[in-house]
């Protein structure tokens, strides 16, 4: 069977998917909790639903 992809290029690539990955999933609760203390609860709750980029939800 062919090994699929592109090698070292692709390894390189997955790598910086990872770090970012897991960078948003370290800095997303982060932002969630300064909202949460300056905005309050309801407030980032009503932004979260509101806004699909800041969703992680489809």
């Known amino acids: 069977m062919p090994e699929i992809g592109y ?3 692709c ?3 997955q790598q910086r998917l ?3 990955y897991n960078a948003a999933r370290c800095i997303g609760p ?3 909790g300064i909202m949460v203390a300056t ?3 309801v407030a980032t709750f009503a932004l ?3 806004s699909p980029s ?5």
């Open 7 to 9: 090698g070292a290029r």
């Open 11 to 13: 390894r390189g690539a």
């Open 18 to 20: 990872q770090l970012s």
């Open 30 to 32: 982060a932002i969630g």
């Open 39 to 41: 905005a309050g609860a």
């Open 48 to 50: 979260s639903r509101c």
């Open 54 to 58: 800041l969703s992680s939800r489809p």
